[in-house]
């Protein structure tokens, strides 16, 4: 598993994509300049890259949608980059309005390197009167299993009991109330498939700010994500498209029903 990392980060590096500083001391750190895109609809919530489905399965990664710069590439030419492979339906019907700059600084879950992030934050909307669509994810038909020792309260995305898929709120931190609220919310919202190569599709749905932060940065919005993701299934190319440009018809999120 360390080659194998050992090679991805040597590809990263060797296709411009980052680059490797050594300290004084000897330290390893990563470099590596990103472009992403901040999408609001009129109700506030943001356009989330919630997971990618890698042909077999979903991997959850709740994040703004971008891309890593390459060599000498314009934070222009990323953006059209991005728009002509991960955001193609995007293309040409949004207006970025803002673009501000942030440095983060963590270590890689990917390679395990401390790195330094340094995002071109471009700040989006709508282009009123565009029509954006995209493939709707569905969710899978509900098992009938039985639990004897667990309250069905206490279970993301159960049924009465039913189709629990093993991920309990106690133990997760945070309300339990709150989470059982999230937790039914997500349920009900639109989940969007763009396809790439190879039978993969990049995942995305709106989210409200503080949604997207639990979901992307604590252990418990982390297996929440990965409940959510287990009960969709994909919709190819040809599947019934739903509306990208706005929140019609969505829930309201937790806290204000």
Same mark, same amino acid.
């Given at each position: 598993?360390?080659?194998?990392?050992?090679?991805?980060?040597? =590809?990263?590096?060797?296709?411009?994509?980052?680059?490797?500083?050594?300290?004084?001391? +000897?330290?390893?750190?990563?470099?590596?300049?990103?472009?992403?895109?901040?999408?609001?609809?009129?109700? @506030?919530?943001?356009?989330?890259?919630? +997971?990618?489905?890698?042909?077999?399965? /979903?991997? +959850?990664?709740?994040?703004?949608?971008?891309? &890593?710069?390459?060599?000498?590439?314009?934070? *222009?030419?990323?953006?059209?980059?991005?728009?002509?492979?991960?955001?193609?339906?995007?293309?040409?019907?949004?207006?970025?309005? =803002?673009?501000?700059?942030? *440095?983060?600084? &963590?270590?890689? *879950?990917?390679?395990?390197?401390?790195?330094?992030?340094?995002? $071109?934050?471009?700040?989006?909307?709508?282009?009123?009167?565009?029509?954006?669509? /995209?493939?709707?994810?569905?969710? &899978?038909?509900?098992?009938?299993?039985?639990?004897?020792?667990?309250?069905?309260?206490?279970? /993301?995305?159960?049924?009465? @009991? #039913?189709?629990?898929?093993?991920?309990?709120?106690?133990? !997760?931190? +945070? $309300?339990?109330?709150?989470?059982? #609220?999230?937790?039914?919310?997500?349920?009900?919202?639109?989940?969007? =498939?763009?396809?790439?190569? /190879? @039978?993969? =599709?990049?995942?995305?749905?709106?989210?409200?700010?503080?949604?997207?932060?639990? !979901?992307? #940065?604590? *252990?418990? @919005?982390?297996?929440?994500?990965?409940?959510?993701?287990?009960?969709?299934?994909?919709?190819?190319?040809? $599947?019934?498209?739903? #509306?990208?440009? $706005?929140?019609?018809?969505?829930?309201?999120?937790?806290?204000?029903?």
């Amino acid at each position: 598993n360390g080659g194998r990392v050992s090679r991805a980060l040597r =590809a990263e590096v060797d296709d411009s994509r980052s680059i490797i500083v050594v300290t004084g001391s +000897g330290l390893i750190h990563r470099v590596v300049s990103l472009v992403v895109l901040r999408l609001e609809d009129d109700e @506030g919530r943001v356009f989330m890259e919630v +997971g990618r489905w890698d042909g077999r399965r /979903a991997h +959850g990664r709740c994040r703004l949608p971008g891309l &890593k710069q390459q060599g000498d590439e314009l934070v *222009n030419e990323t953006v059209e980059r991005l728009f002509s492979t991960k955001l193609a339906p995007l293309q040409g019907k949004l207006r970025i309005s =803002a673009i501000t700059r942030e *440095n983060t600084e &963590k270590v890689s *879950n990917e390679y395990g390197v401390h790195t330094r992030y340094m995002r $071109s934050i471009c700040a989006a909307r709508i282009v009123p009167g565009q029509s954006l669509e /995209a493939p709707v994810c569905v969710q &899978k038909p509900r098992r009938s299993t039985a639990s004897s020792t667990a309250k069905a309260s206490d279970h /993301a995305f159960s049924d009465e @009991g #039913s189709d629990s898929i093993g991920v309990t709120f106690t133990g !997760l931190g +945070g $309300s339990v109330s709150r989470l059982q #609220s999230l937790a039914h919310w997500l349920q009900i919202q639109p989940v969007f =498939a763009i396809h790439g190569d /190879a @039978g993969e =599709a990049n995942l995305y749905s709106w989210l409200p700010p503080e949604t997207f932060h639990l !979901l992307g #940065s604590t *252990n418990s @919005g982390e297996k929440l994500l990965m409940a959510w993701l287990s009960r969709l299934s994909m919709p190819d190319t040809s $599947s019934v498209h739903g #509306s990208l440009c $706005s929140s019609n018809g969505f829930a309201e999120e937790p806290g204000n029903q």
